[in-house]
């Protein structure tokens, strides 16, 4: 008697994701008073990998009507590279800095900023990329307001890339969730009263997979008055 053979269905494994992978790996802040160094003492960068970008979003509010400026972003000891930085002045100054670095080994990294003077409340937000085809920057937006909720639509990216934005407010009272657009929200909390009981809002988003354009649009809207926001693409 013969027997028919089995057949058996070959294992087919998922294709590797396509294009960077974007990962939020966490915000530290000062509500009280902020120095003029704000330290990450051994933040999360993920597995190590040859490629991996480290990008840091670094905010201040100075506690008067004048700003104070980011002069300079160390990973572990290692200068970084400032993108871009935005300052928009209301009752208080606000400051938003975006920096980055390829950090290959290690699975923390202690990261620093330094700001041209002390202020009243800061926070600094760390992510990392993978998979790039290129680590070095596409495009940085920035916009800001005293009145309206700022936004922006000139941001380039390219096909299969990355964008990381960071959005902040003050001059409000309390606490002002943020509704963002463009991106999806990873962190927003407010840095409650600082030296001068104020407050400052910050909130973080990212996206992946998108399309080659010259017009990506980011945008905000908070309940306090003196408002900015700063993106940056990667592909």
């Given at each position: 008697?013969?027997f ?20 939020y ?26 490629n ?11 506690g008067?009507a004048?700003t104070?400026s980011?002069?300079g ?10 993108h ?14 975006m ?6 080994t ?7 900023t ?13 992510y ?6 290129s ?9 800001s ?22 959005f902040?407010?003050?001059d409000?009272?309390g ?18 009263a600082g ?16 399309a ?5 649009a980011?945008g ?6 003196t ?5 940056g693409?990667?592909?």
């Amino acid at each position: 008697m013969t027997f028919p053979m089995p057949m058996f269905s070959p294992t087919v494994s998922a294709p590797p994701p396509s294009g960077p992978v974007v990962t939020y790996q966490g915000t530290i802040d000062s509500g009280g008073s902020a120095g003029n160094d704000q330290i990450y003492t051994n933040a999360p960068i993920g597995a190590a990998d040859a490629n991996r970008l480290v990008v840091v979003v670094a905010v201040m509010r100075r506690g008067a009507a004048a700003t104070r400026s980011l002069s300079g972003v160390t990973f572990a000891g290692t200068p970084g590279t400032i993108h871009d930085q935005i300052a928009v002045i209301g009752t208080n100054g606000l400051t938003i800095g975006m920096a980055s670095l390829v950090v290959p080994t290690g699975t923390t990294c202690t990261i620093a900023t330094d700001w041209s003077n002390a202020g009243a409340s800061a926070s600094l937000s760390v992510y990392t990329i993978t998979g790039l085809a290129s680590t070095t920057i596409v495009d940085v937006k920035k916009a800001s307001s005293t009145s309206a909720d700022p936004s922006l639509a000139n941001l380039t990216t390219n096909a299969s890339g990355a964008v990381i934005a960071c959005f902040a407010g003050c001059d409000g009272t309390g606490a002002q969730p943020m509704s963002l657009s463009g991106v999806t929200e990873d962190y927003d909390d407010d840095i409650q009263a600082g030296v001068d009981s104020r407050w400052l809002q910050i909130a973080m988003g990212h996206a992946t997979g998108v399309a080659s354009t010259s017009t990506y649009a980011l945008g905000m809207t908070c309940g306090h008055t003196t408002k900015a926001l700063i993106g940056g693409s990667w592909a």
